[in-house]
C-alpha cells in the first residue's frame, strides 16, 4: 500500500472512541480521535464517521462491517483512518450497535492500537487484494461483491469465520504486547 503523509500512532494505552447516530454520522468524538484525525470537536459532530475513511481501506471490509452492524451483532476490523492533513494511522475497530429498548439507536466504536507486524505480514496484503479487486471491476458494486467473494474463500480456505479470523489476529496483538511489557 502506498500512503501520503506520515503514519500517527498512538499509546497502546489510549482509545480512540466514537459515537455515530443510525446513518452512520458522528454524535462524539474522544480528544483521542479529534487529535489523531487532525479535526477540532465542530468539524466532525454531524458528519458522516468516514471524514477520516482513507482511500486505502477497502469498500468491502465496510461492506461486511455495515452488514454484520445491521444484524445487531458487533464486529472487529482493522481500519486505516486518515487525517485532515493526509496523514493517517491504523486502529483495531471494536463497533457496537447502541440501543434503547431492543431498538437500535446508533453506534460506538473502541479503537486501540494494532500490532505492526500484523498490519504489515497480514493487513496490508489482504487490503491490497481486495482494493485491486475492488479498483478491477466495471463498477463499485460490482468491486465489492468480487473483494467479499475473495475474502469469503480466504476465510473458508483457513476455517475460519470473519469474526474467528479478526479474533486470532486480535490474540495475537494481545500476546504481543503482553511480550512488550516485560
Known amino acids: 500500500m502506498r500512503y501520503q503523509g506520515k503514519e500517527l500512532f498512538f499509546d497502546r494505552n489510549e482509545l480512540i ?5 443510525i ?3 458522528l454524535t462524539y468524538a474522544n480528544d483521542v480521535f479529534l487529535k489523531l484525525a487532525n479535526y477540532e470537536s465542530r468539524e466532525v459532530i454531524g458528519k458522516p464517521h468516514n471524514i477520516v475513511r482513507h482511500e486505502n481501506m477497502p469498500r468491502s471490509i465496510f461492506d461486511l462491517l455495515w452488514e454484520t452492524l445491521e444484524k445487531g451483532e458487533e464486529v ?9 492533513n493526509g496523514d493517517h494511522y491504523w486502529v483495531i475497530a471494536h463497533i457496537t450497535p447502541s440501543k ?8 460506538h466504536s473502541t ?8 498490519i504489515t505480514q497480514v493487513i496490508e496484503p489482504l487490503y491490497d ?15 465489492i461483491q468480487k ?10 480456505d ?6 474467528q479470523f479478526m479474533a486470532s489476529l486480535t490474540k495475537e496483538t494481545n500476546n504481543q504486547q503482553s511480550l512488550a511489557r516485560q
Open 17 to 21: 472512541v466514537s459515537k455515530t447516530d
Open 23 to 25: 446513518k452512520g454520522r
Open 76 to 84: 472487529f476490523a482493522y481500519v486505516v483512518n486518515a487525517s485532515k
Open 100 to 107: 434503547v429498548e431492543n431498538q437500535t439507536i446508533g453506534y
Open 111 to 118: 479503537r486501540r492500537t494494532p500490532s505492526k507486524k500484523i
Open 129 to 143: 487484494k481486495l482494493l485491486s479487486l475492488e479498483k478491477a471491476a466495471i463498477n463499485r458494486k460490482d468491486g
Open 147 to 156: 473483494a467479499r467473494e475473495y475474502l469469503n474463500i480466504m476465510l473458508t
Open 158 to 163: 483457513k476455517g475460519l469465520s470473519y469474526p
